[in-house]
């Protein structure tokens, strides 16, 4: 597993979250075989991926904290059009990407309606194909978030994404060559969070990736 694959897993994963959804999202990671679909149960992946993550948003703002050795902390500011992310191997490193850099490539996508039912809300199913693979998206209708806060991150087509679901999704299944990696909700809360959570943390080095 490469590290642009991984980079990729994080970077598309959350980002793309009427009245916006407020609140905090724990989602559980697990990995799995792709020709088999068999539990990937492996120490060292869990210790670099991780496998649990708490979301964190706020007007387009959010925060993704990771039990991951590679991507331990996210910060989206929609005012920068900047993410933030640090892993515990450079953890005095602090990188970034702009949004609007790494320009939109072309997919293909569907829905399927009301194909899952996650902690009680109804889930349509969005599956995208592109170059890297096939992801597909469990999101529910009435935890919505506006697509406006995402206009300019055209990198991983984040902004077409969001643009299609308008909310924030409860399960993730990324198809990769090898492997299945699945991201989904086990606890829901909606509450209203402090401008001062989605602060940059401390670093010594702040780099462009």
């Known amino acids: 597993m490469n590290k642009t694959t991984i980079l990729f897993i994080f970077l598309i994963s959350i980002s793309v979250y009427g009245q916006d959804f407020e609140g905090r999202i724990e989602y559980k990671l697990s990995y799995y075989q792709k020709d088999s679909k068999a539990l990937i149960d492996s120490p060292e992946i869990i210790k670099l991926l991780g496998d649990t993550s708490i979301f964190i948003t706020k007007k387009g703002f959010y925060k993704q904290i990771t039990n991951s050795e590679y991507m331990a902390f996210q910060l989206y500011d929609p005012e920068e059009n900047r993410l933030y992310f640090k892993s515990e191997i450079e953890s005095d490193t602090l990188f970034y990407i702009v949004g609007s ?76 060559i090898t492997f299945i990696a699945r991201m989904e909700a086990i606890t829901i809360l909606e509450t209203k969070e402090k401008d001062e959570d989605f602060v940059l943390p401390p670093h010594k080095i702040l780099i462009e990736m």
């Open 101 to 176: 850099k790494i320009k939109n490539t072309k997919f293909e996508y569907e829905i399927i309606k009301n194909a899952d039912i996650i902690l009680g809300h109804v889930c349509d199913k969005l599956s995208v194909r592109d170059t890297i693979g096939q992801q597909d998206y469990y999101f529910a209708n009435d935890l919505k978030v506006s697509p406006e806060y995402f206009q300019n991150f055209t990198a991983f087509n984040k902004n077409k994404i969001t643009d299609i679901m308008k909310s924030v999704f409860l399960r993730v299944d990324y198809s990769f």
